[in-house]
């Protein structure tokens, strides 16, 4: 298994301000991702984060209101830009761990970070 | 869209076992079926995956059909620790898409 973790776990945000979340992996990973839930819904993909190069947007996401890093393997940030009351949600992180003795590639959740904008 | 369909909610009684069902009519030979399950909006927590085998390890098992058109999760032994929303998934890229799951609540 792999621990994942997320700063901040949760913020309450100003309309037009940004955050950036912060998720850290501790294990060999290939592939990071990260997600939004919003109230009441499932999960949904915004973006692959990629390492050294620009992230890859779902549809329906954009750079410009989530500029996303990944410096190196294990650690990539996802910002959201210019908030308003629309983007509260839980934005969680995830990533592809190799499999240990021949075993497949399993992708594990970080806990999550709670965003409110007021 | 999801490829997967589950019932919206289950009852199980504590102690007894939980069995959660999964439609995946759609899903191609390369593709894997996947279990999470997300626990009152903590991060989704990985229960259990398989291609085409039948598959168990210490939280549960996972029972595909001959054909893999449908699946069962298996908690054998339901405990109020197991209330939660589980998500079946079928992928056979690292890309997930979400369905609605299943909200299964575990009755004292």
């Known amino acids: 298994s792999a621990v994942i973790s997320q700063k901040p776990s949760r913020d309450i945000c100003q309309r037009g301000t940004s955050l950036t979340i912060q998720c850290q992996v501790d294990s060999q990973v290939t592939m990071m991702f990260w997600y939004r839930q919003q109230p009441g819904q499932s999960l949904t993909l915004i973006a692959t984060a990629n390492q050294g190069s620009e992230a890859t947007y779902e549809s329906g996401f954009v750079i410009d209101k989530f500029p996303i890093s990944r410096p190196n393997l294990t650690f990539s940030t996802l910002t959201v830009s210019n908030m308003s009351p629309e983007d509260s949600s839980i934005y969680l992180c995830?990533?592809?761990?190799?499999?240990?003795?021949?075993?497949?590639?399993?992708?594990?959740f970080g806990p999550g970070t709670r965003l409110t904008v007021l | 869209d999801a490829k997967t369909t589950q019932p919206t909610s289950m009852d199980c009684a504590e102690g007894r076992a939980a069995n959660l069902p999964c439609n995946h009519s759609?899903?191609?030979?390369?593709?894997?079926v996947y279990w999470y399950r997300q626990i009152h909006s903590q991060g989704p927590q990985y229960i259990i995956h398989g291609l085409k085998n039948n598959e168990t390890n210490e939280m549960a098992s996972l029972i595909i059909t001959e054909d893999r058109k449908s699946s069962t999760l298996i908690l054998p032994h339901a405990t109020l620790r197991d209330t939660a929303v589980y998500y079946c998934?079928?992928?056979?890229?690292?890309?997930?898409?979400f369905g609605t799951g299943t909200r299964l609540k575990v009755l004292a």
């Open positions: 998934i079928v992928s056979g890229t690292y890309k997930y898409i």
């Open positions: 759609t899903i191609s030979g390369n593709e894997y």
């Open positions: 995830s990533a592809w761990v190799r499999g240990e003795r021949g075993d497949t590639d399993t992708q594990y």
